[in-house]
């Protein structure tokens, strides 16, 4: 019985820093970067994940890149005038002791020009570049198209939310700017088509 619990606790000890998926450096802590996996030929997809300052530590997320994508950008969605868009981001704030959520429909990493489709199960290797802790290389894990919060994150807004689990509504090609009451409560991959839209032109 003791070698059974023993060899029990062991396992424990090597999952829990697995699976607590943190990345820190100098003050910030990146907390389960995740991704969509996004449909063939699509050329945008999003990245989120919750990052924390230390207490007595400030920073900013300034920028990102990854070789998964041609460019990457810091991205937030405003609302004018009843209507949803999103907008480029200089930097997102981080003040000390504080934590902040990236998520669908709300700030994010938004790759554009993807080298190939995001596969559900793979890793995305991703570098963020914080103003004062500098470069943090993370890998964030891709999760189902309609993921809406994967860890059910205490801090995240998105836990408990009235996101819809069914949103055949969602999928269908937007216009642009996006329609607030059409498209409010959607997961988010409506805004990748609205920006790639945008990006082109079309």
Known sequence: MFVRVAGLLGVLLLVAPASAHEYSSKGVTVVHPWARATPKGAKVGGVFFEMKAAAGHTDRLIAARSAAAGAAELQGRVIKNGIAKMRRLDGIVLRSGSSVVLKPGGDQVMLIV???????????KLILVFEEAGEVDVEATIEPVQATDPTALPSNPLANSSVPTSISHCSRQPTYPLPRRDFANCPGDHLWSVTQNHLSGS
Do not use: F, H, K, T
């Open 114 to 124: 993807l080298v190939a489709p995001l596969s559900e199960g793979d890793l995305l």
